[in-house]
């Protein structure tokens, strides 16, 4: 009995750590992806009363990598632990590779869209106590993950209230052999050729060019911000998306800063991204203090 107990403790200990920062808890979940076929781990920023308010259910922000990134990087290479202190949410950070969140048209295991959707979401909900309707979920990523969250809101509008973007790689799917440099092999077989069917179906400005006006009510609000220091090709791609959403009369706001395509700039505009999130998701209630 003493050994089999120790055995389970032991396959926890494989797919579940948990890390204590001065703001809160830190969990590390080693999830296995059965559509993927790979371990996807995802890291979790719990509210700091997560713990005390044990019936109090919390909205859930997904924040999403970049390109050559992990899902390490934004605990690592950022303070989001500590700005996330501030608010009564559930910050989770998925891997994704260099998937482009995105159904690959040529490797049939690479689903990084399916994975979100179908296995994360759900394993989040399952594990912690989290709002399970589209008011307490909200999605943002930088670059690659910035792309990725502006898809999710527009093709799976039902899942999320919001999606917000910094230095999002709008353009991925337009991209010229020059601009990709060495990766343009990789991101014709990510999306296909021109016209085809993956291409266009993950192709933003296609998207919001073919979208009805009656949908656009049921769509989420969307931020996004980029500095005019980016690369010409991310710069461009997000004002025209801003202009295109304008000319559809898409809510949304786009903010042209000072900055580059660096962690400094990530980690002064996540902090705006919490913030609006926090707006546009339906909070808990303020904790009641009592009185001497």
Known sequence: MKSSRIVKAFLLSLTFCVATFASGRVDTVRFQSKLINASLPYNVILPADYETSRTTRYPVLYLLHGLMGHYSDWLQRTNVA??????????????????????????????????????LIPDVQQRYRTIEARYGRAIAGLSMGGYGAVKFGLKSPSTFVFAGSVSGAFGITRISEKDAGDRWQEFQKLFGPAGGETRVGNDLFEIIGKLAAARVPALPYFY???????????????????????????????????????????????????KIASEKLRMPPAKRTSRA
């Open 82 to 119: 500590d700005y996330a202190a501030d608010y009564r949410m559930i910050v989770v950070m998925p891997e994704g590779n260099d998937g482009w969140y995105t159904d690959s048209a040529g490797v049939p295991t690479d689903k990084y869209e399916s994975y979100i959707l179908k296995e």
């Open 224 to 274: 996004f911000d980029c500095g005019t220091e980016d690369a010409p090709w991310i710069f461009a791609a997000n004002r025209d998306l801003s202009a295109l959403m304008f000319e559809k009369k898409i809510p949304h706001e786009f903010r042209q800063l000072p900055g580059d395509h660096s962690w400094a700039y990530w980690d002064r505009q996540v902090q705006e991204v919490l």
